[in-house]
């Protein structure tokens, strides 16, 4: 009877062992799948545009009167120096003083639709289309 006590015991701790190492798996699994759906998109770097962002800075195409006071006006509102200039949860519209242009880092996720946001507030400030292009501007994600 006791063979049997102990024998009963013994399988009933090892099933209480195999019930608590099949918790902790099923939850660390979760968290590393939960992990993985979080993570953004992977980001291409592209050096065709980067040698045309450099091109576009070291050769500044002229803005257009109406674009230059705006850039003017955009630039003092960080008293001339760099600083950020337009923040919300999709980018940071910076203006950085040493190469004299400016920085939209996309935040979100979904980096076109970020980008197109921060076009649309540079927009908004009266800027033209071809003036956002000729600031220079370049646009960048920080993952």
Request: with cysteine; glycine share 4%; proline share 3%.
């Amino acid at each position: 009877m006791n063979k049997k006590i102990l024998l009963l015991c013994g399988l009933g701790a090892i099933i209480f062992i195999m019930m608590i190492i099949l918790i902790i798996t099923s939850i660390f699994r979760n968290d590393s799948q939960t992990i993985e759906e979080e993570l953004p998109p992977p980001v291409q770097y592209n050096t065709e545009q980067s040698n045309r962002l450099v091109d576009k800075v070291q050769n500044r195409s002229s803005l257009s009167t109406t674009d230059a006071n705006i850039r003017s006006r955009l630039i003092q509102q960080v008293g001339g120096k760099s600083g950020v200039i337009q923040q919300t949860d999709s980018y940071r519209i910076e203006y950085l003083y040493a190469p004299d242009m400016f920085q939209i880092e996309l935040t979100a996720n979904n980096v076109q639709h970020s980008k197109a946001q921060a076009a649309d507030w540079l927009k908004s400030t009266g800027l033209s289309q071809e003036g956002i292009c000729n600031l220079p501007v370049s646009f960048y994600v920080n993952w």
